[in-house]
């Protein structure tokens, strides 16, 4: 049992980590059983996908875009969260894959920052067991057997070294959370120069997630222009571009000396408009799909 008065902070994340069909939603939905003491927030990735695919009905079957789009809207949910924080205590359970350690880093980083509790339940069914369980879903629950095969290969299970929280399996929750709220990540004086590199690192993908918006709508405007005829002609190769021009985004904001042109521009700091910016990378992202367009 959590007494509320020995609570560090009131704000506990938990972040679910396994393949699909392992059985974490199935756990989530538990949780308000178990940590009774908890408002439990679940917040689950795959009904944001679900409901960014209902606003843009054309978007069918597996979209990279949305996919990203419903695991930044999970991310920005958890953020309003912490900046609001909690005055009893609060369970915040992120419900995704997250199978690589970058995936889950922004949650250390953020729970860091605010001074919150982390725990990082750990689903470990293998790439069998989670096949059988997916093959009794149905409908868009299920996933494709291909998929669980290719995340049980790249998987990244987390571990107990450093500043990542509690690390914990399904039936040891209630007790991991205790731990957690009792033991919040810290951002200490001594990390200053650590938090001004998150702090950057924050701002860049912050960035790079504006501009990626902005070539989106760029070349939604691009299919207007040209019409719906040559917009199934070139629909392919222009979407392609933009993918290949975002990973020079990427490149460039982790510093790729080849992508100079794009890395002068990307010159931010922490609380700068990025408006000009995202306008100015958007112009160089037009003019590179000119002859693709015309």
């Not at 795959?46 to 843009?56: F, G, I, P, V």
């Not at 021009?245 to 000396?257: D, I, T």
Request: hydrophobic fraction near 40%; proline fraction near 3%; charge should be neutral.
């Amino acid at each position: 049992m959590v007494e509320p008065a020995v609570l560090s902070s009131p704000l506990c994340l938990v972040l679910l980590v396994g393949l699909p069909g392992s059985g974490k939603t199935t756990f989530a939905k538990s949780l308000k059983d178990v940590l009774k003491q908890f408002t439990v927030v679940h917040i689950e990735v795959d009904t944001l996908e679900r409901e960014l695919k209902a606003k843009s009905p054309a978007k069918e079957g597996f979209s990279a875009d949305t996919w990203k789009e419903a695991r930044e809207a999970a991310f920005d949910a958890v953020s309003e969260l912490a900046k609001s924080g909690a005055k009893t205590p609060t369970a915040v359970v992120v419900d995704d894959n997250l199978y690589y350690a970058s995936m889950r880093k922004p949650y250390l980083q953020l729970a860091r920052r605010a001074g919150l509790g982390l725990v990082q339940v750990v689903f470990r069914a293998g790439t069998a067991k989670a096949k059988e369980l997916n093959a009794g879903r149905t409908g868009e629950a299920r996933v494709e057997d291909k998929v669980i095969e290719r995340m049980g290969e790249k998987i990244e299970f987390p571990d107990e070294k450093g500043q990542c929280g509690v690390v914990a399996a399904p039936e040891d929750v209630e007790k991991a959370v205790a731990e957690a709220v009792k033991n919040p990540l810290e951002d200490t004086a001594a990390k200053m120069a650590e938090r001004k590199e998150l702090d950057r690192e924050e701002t860049a993908r912050s960035l790079v997630h504006q501009i990626d918006l902005g070539l989106r709508q760029e070349v939604g405007a691009v299919f207007k222009e040209i019409g719906k005829e040559k917009a199934r002609m070139k629909g392919k190769a222009i979407s392609r571009a933009k993918e290949e021009f975002l990973e020079r985004v990427h490149m460039a904001a982790k510093g790729a000396k080849e992508e100079n042109g794009i890395r002068e521009l990307l010159q931010i700091e922490a609380g700068d408009d990025m408006t000009a910016v995202v306008a100015n990378i958007v112009s160089l992202f037009r003019a590179s799909i000119k002859s693709i367009v015309t």
